[in-house]
């Protein structure tokens, strides 16, 4: 490790010019960079801080980026939020070739069009994960194969599902057998989350709320994002995670500059870091997202989930990646959840 920050340290400064800055990072709270495996080695290396400001929905994200000019040289953008923040000018080109871990991002993240837009790469590819169920190995005797399960009338009054539109229009996609980014038949999405409520003992809408819910019992099966499963189990619950048969939902964050960031360069060793593949595999013993940089992935130990599972071809074979939606789309949906809560 010390030759390993040794050798960040010399690229860093390099990259800096020797000057140490304040990096202002704008991400979720506990979210990778804010660790302190992460930003103390960095600093120690550097010499330049990390300060965190945080956000709670993407659209406060963007909103602290179109307020607050300077105020930011990181920020971490799910990637259906990339394109909208580098049209509206918020997010700034980054320089690869600035970056020497960048090499181990394969080509199907680094180049998604959400990520790379004219040609410019505006959002460098971090994490990425799957929304899916878990259940409660406790009280659930087979894992199952299937999405149906949500429905199964044996887990009546034990299930839940997270209080949003997009997730919950795009499971019902994966449960008619449907594109989750291009939904054809709304009516048979309506009517299968419909079929679903009797089934539901609540909404969940934090991590925190998932984990109680399951630790006290009252749960079979719920539905799940893949990092969280990670840290769940790390935290002693008996959980699984499942993928399905009929797939998951993928999706993918990543870190840009600002476009009013004055410390571009130091923002970009900071991101530089992020990609690294020791970082990775420190942030996966805590419990993490799936790294980003294949390196890295390959760097992880087998037994860990973010290798043995997400890893797997088979399992990528059956994801089905969110691109951005139209706010035209996402207020239908919304309309369409709000109606369907009301019956609960």
């Known amino acids: 490790m010390k030759t390993f920050l040794l050798s960040l340290s010399v690229a860093a400064l390099s990259a800096t010019g020797a000057l140490a800055d304040e990096i202002r990072v704008l991400n979720w709270q506990g979210y990778g960079t804010d660790q302190d495996f992460a930003t103390k080695p960095f600093e120690e290396a550097t010499g330049h801080t990390v300060v965190h400001e945080y956000f709670n929905s993407e659209q406060e994200m963007l909103t602290k980026l179109r307020t607050n000019p300077g105020a930011y040289d990181v920020v971490m953008i799910n990637a259906t939020f990339t394109q909208q923040a580098a049209a509206e000018g918020l997010i700034a080109p980054i320089d690869t070739a600035a970056l020497s871990n960048f090499d181990g991002i394969p080509a199907k993240f680094a180049d998604d069009p959400m990520q790379k837009i004219d ?38 009054g034990h299930v839940s599902i997270r209080d949003d539109a997009i997730e919950a229009m795009q499971i019902g996609a994966l449960a008619t057998g449907q594109d989750i980014n291009d939904i054809k038949d709304i009516e048979a999405v309506k009517d299968k989350l419909a079929a679903l409520l009797p089934n539901l003992l609540t909404f969940w809408g934090s991590e925190n709320d998932w984990n109680q819910s399951m630790a006290s019992g009252q749960l079979d099966i719920a539905t799940y994002w893949s990092g969280s499963a990670v840290r769940s189990i790390a935290q002693g619950l008996e959980i699984e995670f499942i993928i399905p048969e009929e797939g998951a939902i993928g999706w993918l964050d990543a870190l840009s500059i600002p476009a009013t960031s004055e410390h571009k360069a130091a923002g970009e060793a900071f991101i530089n870091w992020m990609i690294d593949p020791e970082f990775y595999v420190a942030w996966d013993k805590a419990g993490s997202p799936a790294p980003a940089n294949a390196k890295a992935a390959a760097a992880l130990p087998e037994e860990a989930f973010n290798r043995r599972v997400l890893g797997d071809p088979e399992v990528l074979a059956r994801v089905q990646f969110q691109v951005p939606v139209e706010d035209a789309t996402k207020e239908q949906y919304l309309e369409i959840w709000q109606t369907l809560k009301a019956r609960q």
């Open 119 to 156: 040609g410019a790469q505006y959002g460098v590819p971090w994490t990425w994960g799957l929304t899916s169920f878990a259940i409660n190995a406790q009280s659930v005797d087979a894992a199952p194969s299937s999405i149906e399960a949500l429905w199964d009338p044996k887990y009546e």
